[in-house]
Structures are given as C-alpha cells and as structure tokens.
C-alpha cells in the first residue's frame, strides 16, 4: 500500500508560484520521498520497481543486471536487495559506491557500452535489463517526447545484444506505451509483453513501464 503523509505548504513570495516552488512542494507532500528517506533508498523511483517486482516476481538470486540510467542508484539498491549477484548500473552521472553493485559513468547509447559491459561481467550475458532511462528535457513537448521514445528503442537495441535467452527487460515509456513499430519487435522477441504503472508513478506523469519476459533469442548466441 502506498505511505501516507501530512500536507506541508511551502511559503513563497506573495501569490508567485514558481516551477521551483512547486516541485518543493511536491517533495516536502510526497509520502514516497519520505519512506525512501527513511529506508535508506537513494531516491523514490526505487518504489516503483519494488512496485512492480511484487507482481512480477522475477528478480531472482543470482541473477546479473543491468540498470541503464541508475543514478543515484535506487533500482540498483532494490535488485541488490532482492539477491541479484552482480548488479551494474551505468548512467551519465556519476553514483556513489554501494556493495553488490558496480557502476560505470558513460553513455549507454556509445558504440563501445555493450562490449565494455560484457567484460564487466566477465563475458557472461546478463538476466535483466532495467531502464528508467530519462533523457534531459527541453521543455518543448514534441521535442522531448521524440527524446524520451528514442531513448526507449536505443535501450531495447542494447538489452537484444546483450541479453541471456530467457532474460526479461523492463523500460520506462511514455504515453499510451511502448509505439507500435518499436512494440512488434519487443513482441517478436519476447514471449510476454505488458505496461505496468506502478502507484509510486505520479497519476499526472504518462510514464508507464514496458515489461518484457523470457527473451526468445540472442543472435550472437545462435
Ligand atoms: C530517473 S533517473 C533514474 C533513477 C534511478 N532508477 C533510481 O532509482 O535512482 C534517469 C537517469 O537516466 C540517465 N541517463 C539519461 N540518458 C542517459 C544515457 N544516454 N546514458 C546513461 N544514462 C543516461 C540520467 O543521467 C538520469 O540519472
């Protein structure tokens, strides 16, 4: 069940309501910040793979995963939790240390980010891919929407070269889902394929998650 919380106002200049303000308000009101705080999770977002993970039940022990976009490393914290062997994050920023974890600062879209991850895990190919990959915006809906869907397909290019047979991907998506094109080929390749939104994924946000189990195929392994 989701935390409760007592309503905090934020105090501003007379009547301004700047983006700023709001998003304060929104932290100091939200019961998710406050039960991460509390139990040590890196940040809110952890809620919603722990979410989603109690429907799914397919974090197993020891498994390997990949997070893509794992800063500040909540997911990250919630597989190590779960038993995973080795988890390795990978994000633009840099993460503090955790155990059980490895983090590598780069650009997941580089042409060299499979290979350097394969030998991070010492040429075994991994269970899971996760992503809660979020591009930096500009503001301009159009523009960020066409950000947020490419960034999706570039994550699922790299789970279908890495990905044991057998192995699941789960990826945050935007608006009405995974788009077709894109949703035909997750389904070629995976034996289910579903969109969950998780209750710690604000009901105002159209970010959703594209759950992909038991990859069919791995060509480099063919
Ligand atoms: C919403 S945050 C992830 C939160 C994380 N799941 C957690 O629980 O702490 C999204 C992350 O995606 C990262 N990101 C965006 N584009 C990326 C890229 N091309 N390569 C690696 N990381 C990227 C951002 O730097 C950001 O840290």
Redesign the pocket.
């Given at each position: 069940m989701a935390p409760r919380n007592k309503h905090t106002r934020v105090k501003t200049a007379r009547g301004r309501k700047s983006s700023s303000t709001r998003w304060l308000q929104r932290q100091l009101n939200d019961p998710y910040v406050k039960e991460a705080k509390r139990l040590g999770y890196?940040?809110r977002?952890?809620f919603k793979?722990i979410e989603m993970e109690e429907k799914l039940n397919i974090i197993k022990k020891d498994m390997l995963v990949v997070?893509?976009?794992?800063?500040?490393?909540?997911?990250t914290q919630v597989a190590v939790e779960k038993g995973a062997k080795h988890v390795i994050g990978?994000?633009?920023?840099e993460i503090e240390d955790m155990e059980g974890a490895e983090f590598i600062q780069?650009?997941?879209?580089d042409n060299e980010a499979p290979e350097k991850l394969l030998e991070m895990l010492g040429g075994e190919k991994p269970d899971m891919v996760i992503s809660?990959?979020?591009?930096?915006t500009t503001g301009h809906k159009k523009t960020d929407h066409l950000k947020i869907m490419a960034?999706v397909e570039m994550a699922y290019d790299f789970a279908a070269q890495v990905l044991k047979p057998g192995g699941h991907f789960i990826a945050k998506v935007f608006q009405g889902g995974a788009q077709s094109d894109l949703l035909k080929m997750v389904k070629a390749d995976f034996e289910t394929v579903k969109h969950m939104k998780p209750p710690a994924s604000r009901k105002g946000s159209p970010e959703q998650y594209l759950v992909a189990l038991d990859f069919r195929k791995n060509v480099e392994t063919e």
């Open positions: 890196r940040s977002a952890a793979l997070d893509l976009g794992a800063a500040p490393g909540g997911w990978i994000d633009l920023l780069m650009d997941f879209t809660d990959l979020s591009p930096y960034l």
